[in-house]
């Protein structure tokens, strides 16, 4: 098959792209490089620079390029920005995906995978989040992931595409250095920033119903989250009639905001003494995915520890500030 990946030149695009070449499966990526880079992506894989809003374009990649798959991972995903921003995330969340699917059903597209969130549950009451937990989204980008499913299933169902919605819990690490998330907006490169430039981190609340009273949540390494891509795509392609699927990928295990800044500080061997600031708003005390239904669909697990991602994501800021590691 031929796998087209929107934002594929992205953190989590560059990884799925590599992870889908290396398990020979063909690749091409459009990309706007408005937050990707063209050097992610290795040898082999064909970037095409637009913007998935551009019809045009989208239907000259996926026939010119044989496409019989699509992986949208294009998109914006910063929760404070959506609230600021709300018209601009909906038109390229929401009208962007739907000018995707436009176009992959008039290509005679029969695959498609749609990269959502765990923000679509909001801030739920739950020991684990399972798939059935109501969704309830507070943020304007959680809202447009959760459309975002409606309408996939929507087109799947009315077009007799198979799909598929994963709901990403938090993504960190790198497979490689060069990899890494170059964004400051995901507790760990906060963590680092701060660290690098001399500033104590900030832990948001440390008053929660939580053993150390700081926020829990589920990391995913994003190399394992890459594997779940490939996982779900091979169900996608071997499935001969349509379907559709809706599954977290996380861990099913959590971390608190504290423990991860003691891993942060052991990784980095710099001194670290988080400030305990108020409460942001909207945060909820723990977030932890129920993995269960994944292993059980696709018979996989994530493999890679918190541990990992903090060094991974480490080499991966050294790379791109090498004054960091001597601090």
């Known amino acids: 098959m031929t796998w087209l990946i929107t934002g594929g ?10 992870a889908m070449q290396a398990a020979g499966e063909r690749v091409v990526v459009i990309d706007d490089l408005s937050s990707g880079l063209a050097e ?9 620079r637009g913007s998935v809003l551009d019809r045009g374009l989208m239907d000259a990649t996926l026939t010119g390029h044989g496409v019989s798959g699509v992986v949208h991972l294009a998109g914006r995903k910063q929760v404070g ?5 709300p018209l601009s995330y909906y038109r390229d969340n929401v009208h962007g995906l739907t000018v995707v699917l436009e176009a992959a059903v008039a290509a005679g597209v029969r695959r498609f995978l749609f990269s959502s969130s765990a923000a679509v549950y909001g801030v739920p009451d739950a020991e684990l989040i399972t798939e059935s937990t109501p969704c309830a989204p507070i943020n304007p980008y959680g809202e447009t992931k959760l459309a975002g499913e409606w309408l996939v299933r929507a087109a799947g169902r009315a077009h007799g595409l198979s799909t598929a919605c994963l709901r990403y819990f938090n993504v960190a690490g790198a497979a490689a250095p060069e990899l890494a998330d170059i964004g400051v907006y995901n507790v760990i490169p906060m963590f680092f920033d701060r660290l690098t430039h001399g500033d104590e981190p900030r832990i948001f609340g440390a ?33 001969d009639v349509p379907g559709d699927l809706t599954l ?16 942060v500080a052991s990784v980095t061997g710099l001194p670290m003494s988080p400030v305990v600031e108020e409460r942001r708003p909207g945060d909820a005390a723990k977030a932890v995915a129920s993995d269960e239904l994944i292993a059980r669909e696709l018979g996989w697990k994530a493999t890679r520890g918190v541990r990992e991602m903090v060094e991974s994501a480490w080499d991966g800021w050294c790379l791109r500030h090498p004054g960091a590691r001597g601090k």
């Not at 953190?11 to 799925?16: E, Q, W």
């Open 9 to 18: 030149a992205g953190y989590i695009g560059a990884h799925v792209a590599r």
């Open 207 to 239: 008053d929660y119903p939580t053993p150390d009273g700081t926020c829990v949540r589920d990391y995913i390494h994003v190399a394992d989250l890459a594997d779940a891509h490939l996982a779900v795509a091979a169900k996608l392609a071997a499935d």
């Open 81 to 85: 920005e959506s609230v600021e921003q």
């Open 248 to 263: 977290n990928v996380g861990r099913g295990a959590g971390v608190s905001v504290r423990e991860l800044a003691d891993l």
């Open 40 to 48: 992610r992506l290795p040898d082999g894989v064909e970037l095409v």
